[in-house]
């Protein structure tokens, strides 16, 4: 799914973000922020109990990526079927629900921070989201039931709650489970598309809660009259289009080098292989003058530049705001609440949000 900036959609202003319940053994204050509910949220708790997902969850086999030429039989098909098909809106579809096992590989967080140029030692606590493959493929059934053809599809927000360090005593098994909660109009022309997306264990232990919000454009006038309007808050990425901290202004600030082929890269571990993010020409073919970044790949790439700093993030609120092009030089700023990223200059906006973390 391809990520961009949004021009002349809603005004938008700041807004405190609330995550559902905090990791078990967080500080105080921490636990104060994760509870603060002050904007919609659809997620269910973290802790432990049965994985809290509507009871008509569809329960699929999905393959993994390692397995290259299933996972591409499973990926391609589905994409040129939505690329090929007419953009339409099916509100009644957002109902369903799907599930799917994962099985982590025990090398999992090597293979990722290799993939981002990380020491795998001292990023020891970034919260990857190593089951994204698996909803990759949850995420495009549940799109293909919306009938929403990718073209018009923008990854604009994403939010997710964490136990800390998720994933280490957690090899045994997993269920990654997806569904639509909600969908809204934005105006005539745009909707709004909430995904809730759970991680568990098979016991029903809570790993993981993410929602990620996508505007859906093209659409005629009349095709959304059935939805109820967005109720805000809007969205920041909106908004803010000027970073706030100049090079060698902010609190904590790195430059990271962001590869020619990390998209590339980044799809292999993900299942996101769009070419938009892997190849010049495809790129060129949808207006973009080089190939990049998964809006998740961004995501790994900022809580695995703070895990290597000694952040260990619980909770994360990203805005995506431009792409990140493969090949150039990009600044993460924080002042250990609040992040950006920004081209290399300091001029232009391309991810923000708030980060709620421990050190170690």
């Not at 109902?95 to 293979?111: L, M």
């Not at 232009?348 to 980060?355: D, E, M, T």
């Amino acid at each position: 799914m391809t990520q961009t900036a949004l021009d002349s959609i809603i005004t938008a202003s700041d807004d405190q973000a609330g995550l559902a319940a905090p990791p078990v053994g967080l500080p105080r204050q921490l636990e104060n922020a994760m509870n603060d509910l002050s904007e919609a949220i659809f997620l269910p708790l973290l802790g432990q109990s049965p994985a809290q997902e509507p009871t008509s969850a569809r329960l699929l086999s999905v393959p993994s990526p390692q397995k290259r030429g299933r996972y591409a039989l499973a990926y391609w098909p589905a994409t040129l079927r939505s690329l090929l098909s007419p953009h339409r809106l099916n509100p009644s579809a957002a109902q369903g629900s799907y599930a799917a096992p994962f099985q982590p590989r025990r090398d999992e967080h090597t293979r990722w921070c290799q993939a981002f140029g990380l020491d795998a030692g001292a990023a020891a606590g970034a919260p990857f989201l190593f089951s994204q493959a698996t909803g990759t493929l949850l995420y495009m059934r549940l799109f293909a039931d919306l009938g929403l053809n990718f073209r018009h599809l923008l990854h604009l927000r994403h939010r997710a709650t964490h136990r800390p360090a998720p994933y280490a005593a957690h090899l045994g098994g997993q269920i990654v489970s997806a569904r639509v909660a909600a969908v809204h109009a934005l105006g005539a022309h745009k909707a709004v598309v909430h995904v809730a997306c759970t991680v568990s264990s098979e016991d029903g232990l809570v790993l993981l809660n993410v929602q990620d919000d996508f505007i859906v454009r093209g659409y005629r006038p009349g095709q959304l009259a059935a939805l109820t309007r967005h109720p805000g808050p809007p969205f920041e990425a909106l908004l803010r289009r000027t970073p706030r901290w100049a090079p060698d202004t902010a609190p904590w600030q790195a430059r990271i080098d962001v590869s020619n082929d990390l998209g590339q890269r980044y799809g292999q571990l993900s299942g996101d292989a769009n070419p938009v993010h892997t190849t010049p020409w495809a790129a060129r073919l949808f207006g973009h003058p080089k190939p990049f970044l998964q809006g998740l790949a961004t995501r790994s790439m900022i809580v695995g530049q703070l895990a290597q700093a000694g952040w260990q993030v619980h909770r994360l609120d990203l805005h995506l705001c431009r792409p990140v092009p493969c090949g150039e030089p990009v600044l993460l700023s924080h002042d250990g609440q609040s992040f950006e990223l920004a081209n290399a200059s300091g001029t232009q906006l391309l991810a923000s949000g708030r980060f709620e973390a421990s050190r170690y």
